[in-house]
Nanobody, 115 residues
Framework: QVKLVGSSGGLVQPGGSLRLSCAVS????????VDWYRQAPGEQRVLVAR???????DYADSVKGRFTISRDNVRTRMYLQMDQLKPEDTAVYYC?????????WGQGTQVTVSS
């Protein structure tokens, strides 16, 4: 059974930092690309960052230079380091993977950037 369990988010002041993590089980984690998505109120879920099995990364333009995605293939975890946070980063963040043509999602974690 594929399972993705994300860490809790929180309230952060503008300019602050937060690190999200996601524990992945039920698949051979090291061979899959994994992603972080986010969904702001009233908006569609959008891709924030992706990391391939080889460690190559890609980011949405809105977070380039501020967010860093990483993975630990031994602990089968993925991470999203978020720096220089802005109010527009406020959203529910989801970790995501795809296995056998099926999308698997973490439960979502609220990140709120506000003073």
């Amino acid at each position: 059974q594929v399972k993705l369990v994300g860490s809790s988010g929180g309230l952060v002041q503008p300019g602050g930092s937060l690190r999200l993590s996601c524990a992945v089980s039920g698949i051979n984690f090291r061979i899959y690309a994994v992603d972080w998505y986010r969904q702001a109120p009233g908006e569609q879920r959008v891709l924030v960052a992706r990391i391939t099995s080889s460690g190559s990364t890609d980011y949405a333009d809105s977070v380039k230079g501020r967010f860093t995605i990483s993975r630990d293939n031994v602990r089968t975890r993925m991470y999203l380091q978020m720096d220089q946070l802005k109010p527009e980063d406020t959203a529910v963040y989801y970790c995501h993977g795809k296995h056998g043509g099926t999308d698997f999602w973490g439960q979502g974690t609220q990140v709120t950037v506000s003073s």
